[in-house]
C-alpha cells in the first residue's frame, strides 16, 4: 500500500485503556447476539435464489482479489455511516469481512440503526476460500 514506516502498538487498546489514555466513542455499539451463517449454508441460499446481499466490508485491495459472486454492497468499516441509510431493509444482509472479525462491528452498527435480518459469514472470506466455494 505504499507505507514505510507503520508501527503497531503492541498491547493493543485494552492496555491502552487500562494506562488511563484517553479514547473517543462517537456511539456506543450494543452488545447483541450475533447470527452466523456457515459458508456452505450461504452458498445454498445463493443458488436457491434467497433475496439477500452481500455487504463485503474488506478494503479495495482484498476486493480486488476476490468476492462471492451474488448482489453486493462494497463498504469499509469506515464508510457504514454513509450507506446505512442506503441498504435494503426488505432483505437479509450478509455481512462480509475477511476472517469473520471485523464484521461484528458493522453487524452491531447496523443492528443499532434498525436494520434487523442481519447475519454475519462465520470466518469470512477465508473460510469460503478455504470451502472451495466459487469467487469471481
Known amino acids: ?8 502498538y503492541r498491547d493493543g487498546l ?8 484517553p479514547t473517543t466513542t462517537i456511539e456506543k455499539l450494543p452488545k447483541i447476539k450475533i447470527n452466523k451463517i456457515s459458508a456452505k449454508k450461504l452458498k ?3 443458488d436457491g435464489g434467497a433475496d439477500l446481499v452481500i455487504v463485503d466490508i474488506r478494503p479495495a485491495y482484498e476486493l480486488a ?8 454492497v462494497n463498504a469499509n468499516l469506515s464508510q457504514l455511516t454513509g450507506i446505512v441509510d442506503s441498504l435494503p431493509k426488505d432483505k437479509k444482509l450478509v455481512i462480509v469481512d475477511l476472517n469473520g472479525k ?7 452498527y447496523f443492528s443499532m440503526k434498525g436494520l434487523s435480518d442481519l447475519a454475519l459469514l462465520d ?11 466459487p469467487v469471481k
Open 14 to 21: 485494552p492496555a491502552w485503556l487500562k494506562a488511563g489514555y
Open 44 to 46: 445454498e441460499m445463493i
Open 1 to 8: 500500500m505504499g507505507y514505510s514506516k507503520v508501527y503497531a
Open 102 to 108: 471485523r464484521a461484528g462491528v458493522a453487524y452491531r
Open 123 to 133: 470466518g469470512g472470506m477465508q473460510k469460503w476460500l478455504k470451502s472451495g466455494l
Open 65 to 72: 482479489k476476490n468476492s462471492i459472486d451474488a448482489e453486493k
